[in-house]
């Protein structure tokens, strides 16, 4: 990645960490995140709620810190909503957080989990209306390897390296045929086997 990237923000206080625990705040910043501004009524249609009600989670998400103000468009009736971190969020406390903020992680990641599981479920259930070229181009793979911790760091580090060139901060201006895509990677330990 380029020096002079897009800074990714790390969370780990709990209070900014319930405030993003919420599906519709989600929504909102995933569209910031593609590079987006946008108004509460724009983003209303698409979280599915009122202006009003967006607007109440465009605030929460202010006082946390996550998104800000935008230069408006023109007249100045309308508040136009930006990210504060171009390159993205990150949240993350670690195993030897208080028990506070591990329980704050703990709901936030859940809450994104079944985003992602609501995301692949719904290209499941559509990909018989998709092109043959889409459906082929997408991939969905689980598997199991055996590495040292160090390994793992230095995996995710190259498959980072891989995405990053793609992301919407660092390509603004995509090629027309493109779309947007999830892109979910996890590496998750499983349980360590007790002693035979």
Excluded at 60 to 70: I, P, Y
Excluded at 153 to 177: D, F, G, M, Q, W
Aim: hydrophobic share 40%; proline share 8%; aromatic share 6%.
């Amino acid at each position: 990645m380029a020096d002079d990237a897009p800074q990714r923000a790390r969370i780990s206080d709990p209070v900014v960490m319930r405030a993003l625990a919420h599906p519709a705040r989600l929504t909102i910043l995933e569209e910031l995140a593609l590079g987006r501004a946008g108004t509460a009524t724009e983003f209303a249609t698409v979280c599915g709620l009122t202006p009003s009600a967006t607007s109440y989670h465009l605030r929460a998400l202010a006082k946390a810190g996550l998104v800000q103000e935008a230069p408006n468009r023109g007249d100045g009736r309308e508040r136009v909503w930006q990210l504060v971190a171009a390159g993205g969020i990150e949240v993350g406390s670690g195993p030897g957080g208080d028990p506070d903020t591990m329980k704050a992680e703990q709901e936030l990641v859940l809450i994104w989990l079944a985003r992602v599981e609501a995301r692949t479920r719904s290209w499941v259930l559509r990909w018989q209306d998709e092109s043959q070229e889409w459906y082929d181009a997408t991939s969905m793979r689980d598997s199991l390897i055996s590495v040292t911790a160090a390994e793992l760091a230095e995996l995710n580090r190259k498959v980072s390296a891989l995405i990053e060139p793609y992301s919407r901060t660092n390509r603004p201006e995509p090629p027309p045929e493109s779309r947007t895509l999830a892109i979910t990677y996890r590496t998750v330990p499983l349980p360590e086997k007790p002693d035979a």
